[in-house]
């Protein structure tokens, strides 16, 4: 019973020293932990830039013919003549389908021969009338007979001029024959060869446009449209620039030559023109087009990537002279290349981080890399 009991206690003697060992190992751990403090996040910062700036607004809009036809058989018959090659430019005038003439040939001179025997109708009838004219002022003749030639004349009259205008419709029809470009421009690859049957006011021969100059339609918002009528002074918007999809810019400058009557849903509908001498804009082309407002004096920059979207709202990390984050809500305006412009929100001194923003809130201690703004397109964004 001796020996158990001692064997007991030196059991907990042992439990106790254990415990006693695991406490202090905690708690110098845990003062190890509090000596270091918070862990600090690296991120990547710049100050905000502040420079003259041209103040440029761009918008999308897409190309536009100046002019676009859609020709379509006047006349029914075969085709039998086809003076085109789809795609290429022709002339005004020129001739493109040739449609079979012999119906329309055939009805021409009849209504050619009815106009002339209508004609001859007509003259010795009225040449009757002036014979009678004087019978009757003599007596010679009865009230009957010179109302019933007054009648025949008048008659023969409306047969010449019906016939003069079934004359002039077999005439335009006999022309219709021949399709011509009612404009220089470039025609559409047609499928319609010799041989196909074409109905009239149904068939579509071809389609065409002039594309120089071209016009390019886009919309700006009411905001937009007062800000750059205030600083062009109400004077029309010249020297625009086009922007094509593989961003280079459209050697041409363009001027605005329709602006819709009014607004609608919010936008402003306006039609800029852009000479096309070496046909490389085609119609149905997206492209964005620039107008500049002036130079916006020591604008406020930042890079895009040092913007972080919270609720729908734009927020930028400053850090503060104890390298602490504190997010500021901004309003931002208009791209300029890698940055934006800032409308509100900053002062321009302030130190904000580019990099790493994802990773920040209010009052999270950053180390902060500096970068430049020579830096930005070779940076990650992380």
């Known amino acids: 019973m001796f020996l158990f009991g001692a064997k007991r206690s030196r059991l907990r003697a042992m439990a106790l020293g254990l415990?006693?060992?695991?406490?202090?190992?905690?708690?110098?751990?845990?003062?190890?932990?509090?000596?270091?403090?918070?862990?600090?996040?690296?991120?990547?910062?710049?100050?905000?830039?502040?420079?003259?700036?041209?103040?440029?607004?761009?918008?999308?809009?897409?190309?536009?013919?100046?002019?676009?036809?859609?020709?379509?058989?006047?006349?029914?018959?075969?085709?039998?003549?086809?003076?085109?090659?789809?795609?290429e430019q022709v002339e005004e005038g020129q001739l493109l389908y040739t449609i079979d003439n012999r119906l329309y040939e055939g009805a021409y001179l009849s209504a050619k021969a009815n106009y002339a025997r209508a004609q001859a109708d007509q003259l010795r009838l009225s040449q009757?009338?002036?014979?009678?004219?004087?019978?009757?002022?003599?007596?010679?003749?009865?009230?009957?007979?010179?109302?019933?030639?007054?009648?025949?004349?008048?008659?023969?009259?409306?047969?010449?001029?019906?016939a003069g205008a079934a004359l002039r419709n077999a005439e335009v029809d006999l022309g219709e024959t021949e399709v011509r470009a009612p404009f220089g421009g470039r025609v559409n690859t047609s499928d319609l060869s010799v041989g196909n049957f074409v109905t009239a006011g149904q068939t579509v021969l071809l389609k065409m446009?002039?594309?120089?100059?071209?016009?390019?339609?886009?919309?700006?918002s009411e905001k937009e449209y007062l800000s750059l009528m205030r600083a062009k002074g109400n004077s029309e918007l010249a020297d625009l620039s086009l922007v094509l999809t593989d961003n280079s810019v459209y050697k041409e400058k363009g001027k605005v030559?329709?602006?819709?009557?009014?607004?609608?849903?919010?936008?402003?509908?306006?039609?800029?023109?852009f000479p096309n001498n070496e046909r490389l804009l085609l119609p149905g082309m997206f492209a964005r087009v620039q107008a500049s407002a002036g130079i916006r004096k020591n604008a406020i920059l930042i890079p895009?990537?040092?913007?972080?979207?919270?609720?729908?709202?734009?927020?930028?990390?400053?850090?503060?002279?104890?390298?602490?984050?504190?997010?500021?809500?901004?309003?931002?305006?208009k791209l300029v290349g890698r940055l934006i412009m800032v409308e509100s929100g900053l002062e321009g001194n302030e130190n904000i981080v580019v990099e790493?923003?994802?990773?920040?809130?209010?009052?999270?201690?950053?180390?902060?890399?500096?970068?430049?703004?020579?830096?930005?397109?070779?940076?990650v964004a992380r």
């Open 356 to 379: 790493g923003i994802q990773n920040v809130n209010n009052g999270v201690t950053v180390t902060a890399q500096p970068m430049t703004e020579a830096e930005l397109d070779k940076a």
């Open 19 to 87: 415990t006693i060992a695991a406490s202090v190992s905690f708690f110098g751990c845990g003062k190890q932990q509090q000596a270091k403090g918070p862990q600090q996040v690296l991120v990547k910062s710049m100050n905000v830039i502040r420079r003259d700036t041209p103040d440029v607004y761009e918008f999308t809009g897409f190309i536009e013919a100046e002019k676009e036809a859609v020709l379509q058989a006047q006349v029914s018959g075969k085709i039998t003549g086809k003076h085109f090659i789809g795609g």
């Open 304 to 333: 895009q990537r040092a913007i972080k979207d919270i609720l729908y709202k734009k927020f930028v990390a400053v850090i503060d002279s104890e390298n602490k984050i504190q997010l500021k809500e901004v309003q931002v305006g």
């Open 209 to 220: 446009s002039d594309v120089n100059p071209v016009k390019v339609k886009f919309s700006i």
């Open 128 to 162: 009757d009338l002036e014979r009678y004219e004087k019978l009757y002022a003599q007596a010679a003749i009865s009230r009957q007979q010179y109302d019933l030639a007054v009648s025949q004349a008048a008659q023969a009259e409306a047969t010449a001029a019906a």
């Open 257 to 273: 030559t329709e602006v819709d009557r009014g607004i609608g849903d919010g936008t402003l509908t306006i039609k800029a023109q």
